[in-house]
């Protein structure tokens, strides 16, 4: 615990290139890159699934495919592939970038084609009965109703990226994941400790980041009916 304290009361780690600021910038550098290209990826193609109910199964078993990789094995194999094609810091850089967008599709995806499947059918009938085209019914209906589990899908994905983040230090990156790597290079536990504090705060910083976007975008009867399926013993859909 002392020397936790001392890591962080110590003014050198605050300044500089391996400060502490810069550190955590460049750990939210590779983590919303990587969540970026995630969404391009996956919400798009969860919407596709979710509206036309086609392929959902191969979607199912990529996804969950995707979860059971072994992230640090992965990162290294993808190191040594694109190793022969990059003569810069990319060959570090972009598969880190690729390992975390492989890790967090599976959430977005999941929540986004689950979250339009799971709009309210009278709704959907409704809507198609006024005349609603299949573009206007995802967009009008499908699309809100969908909100509570493509954020939390997102959520849930951006802080897996930031808690695997730290990996990156393996392949000389910058990021928190140094302060782990290096104390324990040198035996400094105080640094480690401090790496790890530092990768829960942001996560948590995060965390409440996308519940107030939540509280945002999301209209109050969606959040009071999301709560009231959350009773004792319901199963929620995977997100």
Known sequence: MSGLVEFFADPANWSGSTG?????????????IA??????????????VGHTGRGEASVAGIAN????LPTLGLLIVVVMLAAPLFSSSLVFTAPAILVLVLLAVPPILTGTY?????ADRSAVDAARGMGYKPSQVLLHVQLPCALPLIISGIRGAMLQIVSTATVAAYVSLNGLGRYIID???NSD?????????L?????LALELAFLLIGRLVVSPGLRRSVRRTRMPGAVEPAA
């Open 183 to 185: 104390g324990r290079a």
């Open 199 to 203: 990768v829960a705060l942001v996560a």
């Open 189 to 197: 536990f105080g640094q480690m400790a401090a790496g790890a504090a």
């Open 65 to 68: 495919s995707l979860r059971a």
């Open 20 to 32: 502490i600021p810069m550190r955590v910038w460049y750990h939210l550098m590779y983590s919303l």
């Open 114 to 118: 689950t979250g339009i499947q799971s």
């Open 35 to 48: 969540l970026g290209i995630a969404l391009v990826i996956a919400v798009p193609l969860g919407i596709y």
